[in-house]
C-alpha cells in the first residue's frame, strides 16, 4: 500500500505540474499530453524508477484510458459520420488499411509473425482522436469547417482500428469474434435505448435522477459510471479491449442525451481530465524505454514516416477529391490531415495486446509508442504552421 501511494502520489504531483509547463510554452505549441508522456518516462523504471507501473496504478490508468475514450466517443455526432464527408472519411480508411497492410508486409520481420505484422498495420491507421479534442478545444477549432473535417476523418481513425483490434488480432475463430461483438453490440443498444425510452417517459427514477443531479447524490454522474464501468465489464468478460466498452458508452450516453448536457460535462470533464486521463498518459510514458528509443532511430522515423505516407497522403487526397470540400486551401487539406496523423492511446492498446501474445517484443513496442507521442508533438505543431500560412493568404 505504500509503493502505491507514494506512486500516486508522484503521478499526481506531475499531472499538476504538466499544465504549467506547457502554459509556458508560446500559442501551447506544445499539447500537455507530450509532457506528461515525458513525466512518465522520466519517472519509470527505465529512467529514475521513482514510480512503478503496480496492479493498483495499472489498474487506475485502464480507468482513465475508459475516461478518454468515453468523452471521444461522446463528441461524435452519428448524424455527421452518415453525410457525404463522413462516407469519405470511412472510405478513406479502408484505403489506409489497404497500405498499412501492404507496407508492413514488405518489413523481413513480420513474415511468419500475423499477429505483429496486424498490430503494426492497424496501429498505422489510427487517429488519436481522444487526445485531439482537447487540443481542438483550445485552438478554436470546433465547430469551425477545419474542426468539422478534422472530426470526420478522425472519428473513422478511432472507430475502425478498434473493430479492427477485436476483429484480427484475436486468437479465438472469426466467426465467434464476430458473435461475440454482435452479443456486445445488442447490449450496448439495449444500454441505449432503455433509458433514454425511460427518461422520455418521465417516470419516477428518471425524476428522481434529475432532481438529483446537483445535490450530494449527483446522480447523472453515478448513472454514467454505471454506464462506463458496466460496459468496461462486459468488454472484459467477452474478451474485448476496454476500449471497445468505454468508446461504446461515450455513444450510448450521446444517444441518451443527443442535445448534451453542460452541467454534467462539466463534471465529467473534471473527473476525466482532472484525475484519471493524465494518470493514463504519465503511466503510458512509464512503457517508453529512451534506450531502446536510442539504439533504434531507424524503426522510430519509419514508422513515422509510414504514418505520413498512409494517413496524412490518403486524408489529403480525399479532401481534395470531395465535392465539399474540395474548394478548401491545400494549407487547410494539410491542416486537417496532419491533425488526423496523430496517433497515441491505440498504439498503446494495439502493443500491449500484441506484446501480451508474444508478438511483439518490448523494445519494438516502445519504438512505437515513442513515435505515437511523438506525433503528438510534431503534427500539432506542423498543423499550427499550415493554419497560418492559411490564414496569412486569407489577410
Known amino acids: 500500500m505504500e509503493t502505491e501511494l ?57 480507468l482513465g484510458l475508459g475516461f478518454l475514450f468515453l468523452l471521444a466517443g461522446y463528441e461524435i455526432d452519428p448524424k455527421k459520420m452518415a453525410d457525404r464527408q463522413g462516407k469519405y472519411g470511412f472510405g478513406t480508411w479502408i484505403l489506409t488499411l ?21 498490430a503494426t498495420a492497424i496501429a498505422l491507421t489510427t ?18 469547417r477545419l474542426g468539422d473535417s478534422i472530426v470526420a476523418y478522425g ?21 465467434v469474434t464476430i458473435a461475440i461483438l454482435a452479443a456486445f453490440a445488442l447490449i450496448a443498444v439495449l444500454a441505449a435505448i432503455v ?24 446522480m447523472t454522474v453515478r448513472g454514467v459510471m454505471v454506464l462506463l464501468v458496466g460496459l468496461l465489464a462486459v468488454s472484459a468478460l467477452f474478451d474485448l ?74 486524408i489529403y487526397n480525399a479532401l481534395r477529391l470531395n465535392p465539399d ?16 496523423t496523430m496517433a497515441l492511446p491505440l498504439i498503446v492498446a494495439v502493443t500491449s495486446i500484441a506484446t501480451a501474445a508474444g508478438a511483439m517484443d518490448a523494445s519494438t513496442a516502445s519504438v512505437l509508442v515513442a513515435a505515437g507521442g511523438i506525433t503528438v508533438l510534431v503534427m500539432p505543431l506542423l498543423a499550427t504552421a499550415t493554419l497560418a500560412v492559411l490564414k496569412k493568404r486569407h489577410r
Request: aromatic share 10%; hydrophobic share 50%.
Open 155 to 175: 472519428t473513422w481513425g478511432e472507430i475502425c482500428p478498434i473493430i479492427a483490434i477485436a476483429l484480427v488480432m484475436s486468437t479465438r475463430k472469426t466467426w
Open 98 to 118: 489497404g497500405l498499412a497492410i501492404g507496407i508492413t508486409a514488405i518489413l523481413p520481420e513480420m513474415r511468419d509473425n500475423f499477429i505483429g505484422w496486424m
Open 241 to 314: 479491449d476496454i476500449v471497445l466498452g468505454s468508446f461504446a458508452a461515450g455513444f450510448v450516453l450521446r444517444f441518451i442525451m443527443p442535445h448534451g448536457d453542460q452541467g454534467l460535462e462539466r463534471k465529467l470533464n473534471g473527473i476525466g481530465y482532472g484525475f484519471f486521463i493524465p494518470l493514463f498518459f504519465i503511466v503510458s510514458g512509464m512503457g517508453i524505454n529512451p534506450q531502446a528509443v536510442i539504439e533504434r532511430p531507424g524503426p522510430l522515423f519509419l514508422f513515422i514516416g509510414m504514418l505520413l505516407l498512409v494517413r496524412t497522403l490518403p
Open 195 to 218: 433509458p433514454r425510452r425511460l427518461w422520455e417517459r418521465g417516470t419516477a427514477l428518471t425524476g428522481f435522477v434529475s432532481r438529483n443531479a446537483e445535490t450530494n447524490s449527483q
Open 325 to 340: 470540400t474540395r474548394d478548401l486551401d491545400p494549407s487547410a487539406r494539410a491542416t486537417v490531415a496532419l491533425y488526423c
Open 127 to 144: 487517429t488519436a482522436f481522444g487526445t485531439l479534442i482537447p487540443i481542438l478545444h483550445d485552438r478554436g477549432l470546433m465547430g469551425t
Open 6 to 62: 507514494i506512486t500516486l502520489f508522484v503521478i499526481c504531483a506531475a499531472a499538476f505540474l504538466c499544465p504549467v509547463l506547457a502554459a509556458l510554452i508560446p500559442k501551447k505549441l506544445i499539447p500537455e499530453t507530450v509532457f506528461l508522456l515525458l513525466a512518465g518516462m522520466l519517472m519509470g523504471p527505465n529512467v529514475f524508477g521513482i514510480a512503478s507501473n503496480d496492479t493498483a496504478v495499472a489498474f487506475l490508468s485502464d
